[in-house]
């Protein structure tokens, strides 16, 4: 089993490095959204630090979404996909096996690279620690749930604009927790509710999607 | 599938109306009937709401759109409810019948999920004074119109008909998991921000003819809601159904 789980991530990640523009350019993306909002609304200091966690969290969201799209095309056209339906073991676990590689090239970067941007709208540095550690609990989530609309709009013209209207709804709760947390933080409630719901979440999504990841892709390849 | 069909006290086995040959003729029996229904108590509804019930003490005659904002909301919500379950008696039990059933139901969701942001959106405007808050409620319904449209555009994205229906189930009922989720996140946020500037939990006590005007609306959302749920399943079947031999000879 736990052989299985290893052979799935290290060839997923083996994958991705063969194709490191894939993982660069999801990193840009957020880079420059986040970079783009400062120039929306002007460089006051006390705004953008008012603003900063909602707006990394949503550049956040966007990213994972973006990235969300060649998460089974490519091993769907190329027939992977069909071994990994037909295999013996519980398509679950592979399915979760592979969530977990793809939140290590798409969700991990994300989390690290939070800091610097944070120091780009001078968030105060004690709040730094606290939206790095909401991204950490929050990106797996966006993968997981994310992958289900992946899954089920797998081959489908217009996938993209497709799985952002199913996929960003239910986003809703990880953006309110994550920012939320961030924000509990700066007016000095203590971020421990949302950091811990956030987990609670997390516990739940990953429980039950990859069950309805692997639905999914039954559906949409038979 | 079962081996034994399921019997009802009376009998009847219920999967008997699971085929779309046998629910179609029934759908168009009990149609007019719920149809009618709607409409005469609509009719009551709003001759209760508009002339039988009291002007609000604060709020005047503004307040009427309650008949109609109301039962609208309650429908967006308790239709996404029964999609829901008809999704997933679709995906265990695998009957054609029960996803025409959620492809049926969907238009008549969002639609009264409109009309209860925009009826809202017509009563706040001279009540709060704003067309829109981000109040917990408003924020979750306008949530849930989103789940209405990605359900409708991934339906409408897959050319495969028993993949539109499987993948649409499998939509709903991640959705509908997610609705509570969401619902109390998006409360939380609300009072984490601020507090509450309107609350509409705390509505003056209703007479009782307002209390009727209201129920009777809410009954007639229930019986429209049927009504064109029957009407849909039925068009979708005669849509999925083409050159089957019995819809040939079946003249109605």
């Known amino acids: 089993m736990m052989a299985l789980l290893r052979a799935v991530i290290r060839r997923d990640l083996m994958l991705a490095w063969r194709r490191r523009a894939d993982i660069a350019t999801v990193v840009l993306f957020f880079v420059i959204v986040v970079s783009l909002f400062p120039l929306g609304v002007g460089p006051e200091p006390n705004l953008l630090r008012t603003i900063a966690p909602g707006i990394i969290w949503v550049a956040a969201l966007l990213a994972c979404m973006l990235s969300l799209q060649n998460m089974f095309a490519s091993d769907h056209g190329d027939g992977a996909l069909d071994q990994m339906l037909l295999a013996a073991a519980p398509l679950s676990l592979i399915v979760m096996a592979r969530a977990f590689a793809h939140w290590l090239m798409s969700g991990l970067p994300l989390v690290i690279l939070s800091p610097v941007l944070a120091i780009q709208f001078d968030l105060a540095p004690e709040l730094s620690p606290v939206l790095t550690l909401s991204l950490l609990l929050g990106t797996p989530i966006l993968t997981l749930t994310g992958a289900i609309g992946a899954a089920l709009t797998l081959g489908l013209r217009g996938g993209g604009m497709l799985l952002a209207l199913l996929v960003l709804p239910l986003y809703v709760p990880v953006l309110i927790l994550g920012a939320g947390a961030v924000d509990a933080a700066s007016a000095g409630l203590g971020a421990d509710a949302q950091l811990l719901l956030l987990a609670a979440q997390l516990l739940v999504t990953a429980t039950f999607a990859p069950w309805a990841i692997a639905v999914a892709l039954r559906i949409s390849a038979e | ?252």
């Open chain 2, 1 to 252: 599938m079962l081996n034994q069909p399921v019997l009802l006290a009376g009998g009847i086995n219920i999967f008997k109306y699971a085929s779309p040959q046998a629910f179609y003729p029934l759908a168009g029996k009990m149609l007019p009937w719920f149809g009618w229904a709607a409409a005469l108590l609509c009719l009551a509804g709003l001759y209760t709401g508009f002339f039988v019930a009291p002007t609000d003490h604060q709020q005047g005659e503004s307040y009427r759109i309650i008949f109609i904002h109301v039962p609208a909301a309650w429908m967006s919500m308790l239709i996404y409810v029964v999609m829901a379950f008809w999704a997933g008696v679709g995906l265990i039990f695998n009957t054609r019948l029960s996803h025409m059933m959620v492809s049926a139901l969907v238009p008549t969701g969002a639609l009264f999920t409109f009309v209860a942001l925009w009826t809202g959106a017509l009563w706040g405007k001279p009540t709060w004074g704003t067309w829109w808050v981000w109040d917990a409620r408003l924020t979750s319904e306008l949530i849930l119109l989103f789940l209405y449209f990605g359900f409708m555009t991934l339906q409408a994205g897959i050319d495969d008909a028993r993949r539109a229906d499987r993948a649409g189930a499998v939509l709903a009922l991640v959705g509908v998991i997610n609705i509570p989720i969401i619902y109390f996140s998006v409360k939380w946020w609300n009072t984490l921000h601020q507090g509450a500037s309107v609350s509409l939990t705390s509505a003056p006590t209703m007479a009782a003819t307002m209390f009727t005007g209201m129920m009777l609306m809410a009954l007639a959302a229930w019986m429209y809601t049927i009504a064109t749920a029957l009407h849909r399943v039925r068009s979708i079947i005669i849509e999925r159904e083409q050159g089957a031999e019995w819809l040939k000879n079946h003249n109605d």
